[in-house]
């Protein structure tokens, strides 16, 4: 089956990188300091990101101490940017699938993935080779778009007031998982829905026991600065989860 590789079309590719170098994206904003609050010391660590884009992560495992990191993408144009921008003798890029990733022949610490998991059909495939390729103890901790996300499949999600205030979410087909096309930049961008349960028992079906799960949600603090954030207590984005392969 081929492998969707969106993020190598010119129009999708351009108007992803114009959004993270915005600084307040939600990226920025709750995504990565949760993920990285979940990520234990890498001093002297092998670490495997998945999906791992521009290599930013990589360079800053790097910084955290890793001895090794291995970064692999399905994009070229990704890599491309990762090998001119956040090169290092300790890392290498490969141009592979996450789906592919059992042809990879070394155990790591940890392995990380940062929003790419909703982009892959087979789940429980990628989280059986993840934990053969995990040490004992080893760790898995990656972030997706919160389930109640990935469930949408077009219209408004949300029901607003007279003046476009959203008053609440439009929800429908959360228990229906599988395929969903929308619009995100180009027209039919995949993503793959998995209810909350299902993401959980794949991974303890896979031998894994859960650590810790992030809905991230806006500080007051934060809302002071970004009011239109709020909305997240209707809906996270995101959903965070550490694992860990038993010693």
Request: hydrophobic content about 35%.
């Amino acid at each position: 089956m081929a492998k969707q590789n969106i993020y190598d079309n010119e129009t999708f590719f351009d108007g992803y990188k114009k959004l993270r170098e915005r600084k307040n994206n939600a990226n920025i904003l709750f995504e990565i300091p949760a993920l990285f609050s979940l990520i234990p010391d890498l001093t002297g660590k092998s670490v495997l990101d998945l999906g791992c884009g521009f290599g930013e992560h990589c360079k800053r495992f790097v910084d955290k101490g890793a001895s090794k990191v291995i970064g692999i993408d399905i994009s070229e144009k990704m890599l491309e940017v990762a090998k001119m921008e956040n090169a290092d003798p300790k890392i290498t890029y490969l141009n592979i699938p996450m789906e592919d990733i059992g042809t990879i022949e070394e155990k790591f610490d940890v392995v990380i993935s940062s929003l790419a998991l909703h982009y892959v059909e087979d789940f429980s495939g990628v989280v059986k080779n993840v934990y053969n390729l995990l040490k004992d103890g080893g760790f898995f901790i990656f972030s997706q778009e919160h389930p109640l996300n990935t469930c949408h499949s077009g219209g408004d999600r949300w029901t607003r007031d007279k003046d476009g205030n959203k008053l609440y979410l439009n929800l429908k087909n959360y228990g229906i998982e599988g395929e969903r096309e929308s619009v995100w930049f180009v027209d039919n961008v995949k993503k793959y829905h998995r209810t909350f349960s299902t993401v959980i028992n794949t991974l303890i079906n896979g031998g894994f026991s859960v650590e810790k799960l992030i809905e991230p949600l806006p500080t007051a603090e934060l809302l002071k600065e970004h009011p239109d954030q709020e909305d997240l207590f209707h809906k996270p984005d995101f959903l965070l989860v550490k694992v860990r392969k038993p010693a």
